[in-house]
């Protein structure tokens, strides 16, 4: 295959692709916004399954990177009411089936993996049109363009590559989570630390919840969901941190103080991001030359699943095109199919997202957990 792939987004999908596609000599490209690797954080720990996040490493060659990165005793769960009363426990299995990993440090492997200047940083785009013959003209922020025969739309939820391809928009859940981080918290927040236990704690009632999870060096990553309309906090500035940090407060008044802290005591300023979807069933009719992995293809409320299926969109359609180096279309075809199928499966689940702070919160998660249905990832996606 001679046509190079330009590959929109530098997330665990964008990476996979472009790994799976260098292991194989097939020349790619990532065009990604942030300025640097590490201008943002990644988001917390990731359980990667061994039916797609695993068998997607293994197909770039890195099961003993990622192994190395493996967390060890943080896939046991709890479930508390407000009041911190343990509901459930469920130790870690030492199975190590569904092992837990940070998002950066897995990011970071897969940057690792590739050769310098795979991924141009600081690109933002801003546009994406059809040109003739199958090609697409990609503009960036600073006024640069190129031209490609196979683009790739790996950049998430508000897609610029999307629209080529579809109209579909994300749609608002009406759930709205809020970020913070404790650190050292074993030391400094011992009591917080207790409730959060080794792996990840769910402390849920009607229309809220705190999810945290245990992270590297005694930190505590919390989202705090909360069930608001779309415009709430929107008369704050985004730098009045104050106030929101004030109105989280009021949120879990009157919860046990082991929990409130989890929220109150952040180390870092809380960060809100409104929780989409795009669409059940979104699909499309084939366009040539171009295709999507990921949130872009399949944005889906946090499920445990999305960085597990970004990665396997990713290595899909690698070895995709690997297998049909004189026929991209007949590799798109392939990887849209297989994905489509995938994601269909995902939606077909019930859906434990808006389960853990419905109107009977937490015996709603109790029940299906003890039925045993296991609990997702306590992290949105980035």
């Known amino acids: 295959m001679t046509t190079p792939v330009t590959i929109i987004g530098a997330g665990l999908g964008g990476l996979t692709l472009a790994r799976v596609l260098h292991t194989h000599s097939i020349e790619a490209t990532v065009y990604e916004s942030d300025p640097s690797p590490d201008s943002r954080r990644q988001g917390g720990l990731l359980d990667i399954h061994p039916w797609n996040g695993q068998q997607a490493l293994e197909a770039a060659g890195l099961t003993e990177g990622f192994r190395r990165l493996v967390l060890p005793g943080r896939e046991s769960y709890r479930i508390t009411d407000r009041a911190g009363t343990v509901l459930l426990n469920l130790p870690d299995k030492g199975t190590g089936e569904r092992p837990e990993v940070p998002r950066g440090e897995l990011r970071q492997l897969l940057l690792d993996s590739l050769p310098p200047d795979t991924v141009r940083w600081g690109r933002k785009v801003t546009r994406v049109t059809s040109v003739n013959g199958g090609r697409h003209e990609v503009g960036f922020a600073d006024g640069a363009t190129l031209v490609t025969h196979l683009l790739v739309g790996a950049d998430g939820a508000w897609s610029r590559v999307r629209p080529l391809l579809s109209a579909a928009t994300p749609e608002y859940v009406g759930t709205c989570s809020v970020e913070t981080f404790l650190f050292d918290a074993d030391t400094r927040h011992p009591a917080s630390a207790a409730a959060v236990g080794g792996g990840s704690l769910f402390a849920l009632s009607p229309g809220k919840g705190l999810l945290a999870h245990r992270e590297r060096a005694g930190t505590l990553h919390t989202y705090a969901q909360l069930r608001k309309p779309q415009d709430w906090l929107t008369d704050l500035e985004p730098t009045d941190t104050a106030t929101l940090a004030a109105r989280l407060a009021e949120e879990f008044d009157g919860w046990a103080p082991e929990l409130t802290a989890l929220v109150t005591a952040s180390d870092t300023p809380p960060v809100p991001r409104r929780i989409f979807t795009l669409p059940a069933g979104h699909r499309w009719e084939r366009v040539p030359g171009v ?59 019930e859906d434990m997202y808006a389960l853990m702070i419905d109107d009977q919160a937490p015996h709603s998660t109790l029940a299906l957990m003890t039925r045993g249905i296991e609990a997702p990832s306590a992290a949105p996606r980035a």
């Open 291 to 349: 295709t999507l992995v990921g949130d872009a293809a399949h944005l889906r409320a946090p499920n445990g699943e999305g960085a597990n299926l970004a990665m396997q969109d990713g290595a899909e359609l690698g070895l995709a095109l690997a297998t049909h180096p004189d026929d991209v279309e007949a590799a798109l075809v392939r990887h849209e199919r297989g994905m489509f199928a995938r994601a269909a499966a995902v939606e077909a689940d």
